[in-house]
């Protein structure tokens, strides 16, 4: 492969892309793409830790040594405008061409416009990178009183964040409840009262119908009640969109992301795709899935550069996540959309407590907040594939470390967690 691989997007995906082709042995060219000028970042502090904190550094994913050592072609500041797949080569904004062998898509995803009156205001932004972040940082510093439409997590994030900062927030979310459909009502009404506690306010059932301002800047948003909430910056956390226009317009087939196989595999199989940007039929549950975080990013991206190298393994990996939302951390392992069931361990009033969600006897996931160990557990038990009836979660941690144990044929010590 003389001109290699060439990974467009050096965000999560990609950079773990170019990690993992060297670290699976292969040692042709790898080109790393990317149109912001950073070296690449972790994302998750932006919202949780940086923007309160006007002396926070970006945390790097590598450090600079690490694309040198190994080979990688960085190349930040680079916009990727046209596949020719013809060709084989990559057409870059404001001239010059990159050719590839193979070709992994990590583009990622952007925040969804919300079309309002208003929103042109400056002091009306939103969250993705760490451009965006900076000036989150810098507006909120001059900002007494803080709007956030979207009550999903990025938006809790933020809310919690500046609210510690002793900026008075308020967040609009259009539906009845907060974090959508992501997790279990018990804990978006948990949420709730833990933010409402530190002063966060929070109106649900309720949206913006447009934002005022003064000399061209935001100072209120108007409820769909009304009611003139005073604002110097507003947050538009409305949820994200997948960068798939590059793929389209290339003629690779698209629903809700690029769409891969279960080998990161596009409908052109020499340009793969990983990450925000790519859709799939989920191996655990069968449904067409986007996921959105950094587990997904990575595990995608090391089976891409199995795939590169001619493994054909198919993706297996068990999805988690987590979220820090003020004194709560929130994590998440496997997909519990369409369970019917759950069991519930531990005690929300001591902010403590892990929700175990069945699909009839099959566990689809846990969700947990403040207690790492159950979520450690979950990933072991959801990985080995075993399914703990809920007669055994509810005899707590030990009885499911030793069920584990049992079916894995180990001593429950080893079982850890
Ligand atoms: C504020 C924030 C907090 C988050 N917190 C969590 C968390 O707590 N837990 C969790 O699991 N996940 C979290 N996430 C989600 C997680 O960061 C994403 O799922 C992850 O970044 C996805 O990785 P990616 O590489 O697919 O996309 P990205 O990290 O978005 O990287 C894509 C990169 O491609 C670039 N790009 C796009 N198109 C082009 C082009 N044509 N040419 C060149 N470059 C291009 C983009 O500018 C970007 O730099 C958070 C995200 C944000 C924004």
Do not use: C
Not at 14 to 41: C, F, K, M, N
Not at 101 to 128: C, Y
Not at 185 to 195: D, F, N, S
């Amino acid at each position: 492969m003389k001109n290699g691989v060439v990974i467009v997007g050096a965000g999560h995906a990609g950079v773990q892309a170019a990690a993992s082709l060297r670290e699976e042995g292969y040692d042709g060219p790898v080109v790393l793409i990317g149109d912001e000028t950073e070296l690449p970042y972790h994302k998750p502090p932006l919202s949780k830790t940086f923007i309160k904190d006007a002396e926070a550094k970006p945390q790097p994913l590598r450090g600079e040594a690490f694309y040198s050592a190994n080979a990688i072609d960085y190349r930040p500041g680079l916009r990727i405008d046209r596949i020719d797949i013809g060709a084989r080569k990559l057409d870059v904004f404001g001239g010059g061409t990159i050719p590839f062998d193979r070709l992994v898509l990590a583009t990622g995803s952007r925040p969804r416009l919300l079309k309002l009156d208003g929103v042109e205001l400056a002091g009306v932004v939103s969250l993705r990178s760490l451009a965006d972040a900076r000036l989150i940082r810098e507006l909120s510093a001059q900002s007494e009183d803080v709007v956030i439409l979207g009550g999903g997590f990025i938006g809790l994030e933020i809310a919690a964040t500046l609210r510690a900062a002793g900026r008075k927030v308020t967040v609009v979310e259009a539906v009845d409840r907060l974090l959508g459909r992501a997790v279990a009502p018990v804990i978006a009404a948990h949420v709730r009262q833990r933010l409402e506690a530190i002063g966060v306010r929070i109106l649900t059932g309720t949206t913006v119908s447009r934002l005022e301002g003064e000399a061209g800047r935001v100072s209120a948003a108007i409820t769909s009640n009304g009611e003139r909430l005073p604002a110097q910056l507003v947050i538009i956390g409305i949820g994200v969109v997948p960068n798939v226009e590059l793929a389209e317009a290339a003629g690779l087939a698209t629903a809700n992301g690029i769409r891969v196989d279960q080998h990161m595999q596009s409908s052109i199989p020499e340009i793969l795709a990983i990450g925000d940007a790519a859709s799939y039929r989920h191996w655990f549950t069968g449904a067409d899935v986007r996921l959105e975080s950094v587990q997904n990013a990575t595990d995608q991206a090391r089976l891409a550069a199995r795939t590169i190298l001619g493994h054909a393994e198919p993706f297996s990996a068990v999805p988690w996540f987590w979220s820090d939302i003020g004194d709560m951390k929130l994590q998440m392992v496997g997909l519990t959309q369409g369970g019917d069931s759950h069991v519930v361990l531990g005690e929300p009033a001591e902010n403590k407590f892990s929700i175990y969600h069945y699909a009839g006897n099959r566990l689809l996931g846990i969700e947990s907040v403040n207690r790492p160990a159950d979520h450690m557990l979950g990933r072991k038990m959801l990985g080995a594939g075993f399914s703990p009836s809920p007669q055994t979660v509810a005899g707590g941690p030990d009885a499911l470390k030793a069920a584990l144990a049992a079916f894995q044929n180990m001593e429950p010590a080893k079982v850890g967690a």
